[in-house]
C-alpha cells in the first residue's frame, strides 16, 4: 500500500477521483487495524517459530509439576513454568488416530473421518503444517503418524516427513526402522525417543530465512512401555505407587485386555510407564537447552501434549476410550517468552485437541478456516479477558475389535453427561466438582433430573453445531 | 483300566472346572468392594480369586484331564472335558460382544486371538496333561499303550504353537493380523 501511494503522490499527476481511492484505502486499512486482536500489538514483530510435541498416551496427572507422588519430569515442568500450562485439557475422542488428526485438522472425528483405529486418513484433509508451508513456513512432521491407510499418506506441506509403519504405524520402542522423506532407513539411535528428538534437532538447526514448524510426535508412552536401558527399574523401589484402591494386579488380564494381558502385572506396567515418561522428559530438556544456545527460545513456541490419558486401574479398567477423566484428559501446556508475559499460570478454561490447528494459524497471523472446530487459545495465553467455551461434546467410534460401544458425552466445568451405543450400559452423569473421581453415577438422582435434562439438550446443540447430527 | 461311569468320566471333571471358574469369577469381582473397607484384605482375596480364575480358564485341563483319564474315559470323553470349560467361557465374552458387535462382524470376532488363545491354551495342556497321565500310568503297569500317541502330541503341538503364536511380540503379532483380515472383510 505505502509503496503504491508513494508512487502515485510523488511521481505522478493524480485526479481527485485517484486521491479519493487512496484516502479510502488508507482508511479502510485503519478500520481492518481495529478488528485486529489486541494481543496483536504486542506480539513480535517476526513470525514465530513452532514446536509441536505430541507424546501417545501421556495422562495429565503424570507431571511432577501437578503433584505425581514420585514421578519426576524436570524438564517438563520446567516448560510448563517458563509458560502456561492448562489444567483441563482435553481430547474430543480418546484413541490414537482419531486424535491426532483431530490435533492436525482441528476438526472433531466425525468430520475427519478418522473415527477409529481402521477408518482410514483421507489425504483430502488440510492440516495446519500444510497452510503454514504454503504461508512460507518451513515444515517437518517427525514421529509416530499413525493413522490408519496403506503406508503413510503423501502428505502436502511438509518439507520433511519421517515416520514409521511397522507394527501398524506403532513403531517399536528400539531399533525401529524409519521412512525418512519416503526412503526406509535404519535406526541410527537405538531408543526410539532420542532418535525422532535427534531428527528435531537437524531440522532446527539447519539455516534458514523461514520460521519452522516442527511436529514431534513421540512414541512413547504407548504400550508395551519399554523405558531406555539406564532409565530401567528406577522406580522398582517404589512401594506405594499410588494406583486406586480399587484396583488389582490383575486387571489387564481381564475384560478382554489380552495386549495388556500378556504385558505384566499392573505393578509393573505402571512402573514402566513412569520410566518411559522419564525419557520423553529428558528428550524435552535436550530440546530446551538446544532452543537456548541457538538462541531461539524467546521467538519459538513450544507445545506440549499427550494424544490422550490412560486408565491405570481407575473405574476397573485399563486402556482409554471411555470418556473418564483419566483417558480424557491430557497434559497441555505453551511456552512463548514474546507472548505469555506472566509465565507459570495455571489455566482452568477447558481446552480441546481441536484447539491446537487453529491456534497455530493464529499463531503464525493466518486466518483460521471456518470448517476447524477448534477456537484458538492466543487470547488465553496473552491474559486476555475473554469468553471461553463452557462445553464440548467427546464422542467415541467403535474400535473393533475392542468391547467398547460408541459414546457420545458432553463435558461442562461442573458435570459430564455420558451415553453409550448400547442398551448393556447405562448412561451417567457426574458431578464433577464435587465427584472428581466419578464414582457416583447422579443419572437417576431426582435431584438431577434439571441438570440432565439441561445436559441432554446440550449434547444435541454441540452434536448439531459440530456437524455430528449430520453424520 | 477299568472305565467308571459317565458322571465319573465326565460330569464330575468338567463340574470342578467349572465351578473353580464360576467360583473365582465371582470372587475375583466382589473383591473391589471387600477392598474398599479392608484394603489389605481385597488384595489378598482378589490375588487367590485371579489366580483360581486364570488356572480353571486357562489351564483347566490339567484338572480335569486327570480326573477323567483315572475314571477311564475315552478319548472324545477327554477332549470334551478339557474343552468345556473354556467353549463356556468363550461362549459368555461372545455374549457380552453381543450388545455391542452384530450379524457377521460379531461371527468374526468370536474367532479373536483371546479365543483361540484360549482353545489354543486348551489343546496344549490337554495334550501334556494326557502324556504326563500316560507315562505316570504306564510307569505303574496301567496301561498297555505307548506313552507317546501320534494324536496326543499332535494336540499338544497345535495348542503350543496358537498360544506362542499368540503371545508372540507381546501379543500383537496375531492380533494385527486379526484386525488386518477384519479391514480386508469389512472396509
Known sequence: MSAIIKDSLFNKDISRRELLEIFGGVMAAGMLDMFTPKWAFSAPAQRPNIIFILSDDHRWDHLSCMGHPFLKTPNLDKLASQGVMFDNA????????????????????????????????????????????????????????????????????????????????????FNCPLIVDGVDTPSRKEYITEELTDYGLEFIKQKRDNPFCLYLSLKAVHHRWLPPEDLKGIYSDVKDLGLPKEADNWLGFVNNHIIYGTLGSLDDMYRRYCETIVAIDRQVGRLLDNLDSLGLADNTVVIYAGDNGIFWGEHRLVDKRFAYEESIRVPFMVRYPGLIKSPGKRLSQMVLNIDLAPTILDLAGLKVPENMHGKSIVPLLASR???????????????????????????????????????????????????????????????????LGELQQELIRLKKESGALDM | MEQKAFYQRVLIPIGIVMLLMILSINIYNVSPKIGLGHPALGRVISNISAIFMFISIWLGGFIALPYAFRAGATMKEKVLVCLATPAVWVAKTIYMAGSIYSGWELVYWSFNTLTIG????????????????????????????????????????????????????????LFYIFVDIYTMLFY
Open chain 1, 90 to 173: 482435553f481430547v474430543t475422542t480418546s484413541l490414537c488416530s482419531p486424535s491426532r488428526a483431530s490435533f492436525l485438522t482441528g476438526q472433531y472425528a466425525h468430520t475427519h473421518g478418522v473415527k477409529n483405529n481402521i477408518t482410514p486418513w483421507n489425504n483430502q484433509n488440510v492440516t495446519f503444517m500444510e497452510r503454514l508451508k504454503k504461508a512460507g513456513y518451513d515444515t517437518a512432521f517427525i514421529g509416530k503418524w499413525h493413522m490408519p491407510g496403506k503406508g503413510l499418506p503423501a502428505l502436502r506441506g511438509l518439507d520433511r516427513f519421517i515416520s514409521f509403519t511397522i507394527q501398524r504405524g506403532q513403531g517399536r520402542y
Open chain 1, 385 to 451: 479477558d475473554v469468553s471461553w467455551r463452557t462445553s464440548w461434546l467427546y464422542e467415541y467410534f467403535l474400535d473393533f475389535p475392542y468391547t467398547v460401544p460408541g459414546i457420545n458425552a458432553v463435558r461442562t466445568d461442573n458435570y459430564k453427561y455420558i451415553e453409550y451405543q448400547s442398551k448393556d450400559y447405562p448412561p451417567e452423569l457426574y458431578n464433577i466438582s464435587s465427584d472428581p473421581k466419578e464414582k457416583n453415577n447422579i443419572y437417576k438422582n431426582k435431584q438431577a433430573t434439571q441438570i
Open chain 2, 118 to 173: 484360549v482353545i489354543g491354551s486348551a489343546l496344549l495342556n490337554m495334550g501334556a496333561a494326557e502324556t504326563i497321565c500316560r507315562l505316570v500310568y504306564k510307569s505303574k503297569g496301567l496301561i498297555p499303550e505307548k506313552v507317546f500317541q501320534p494324536s496326543v502330541i499332535t494336540t499338544f503341538l497345535i495348542g503350543l504353537i496358537i498360544v506362542v503364536l499368540g503371545l508372540w511380540n507381546g501379543g500383537t503379532l
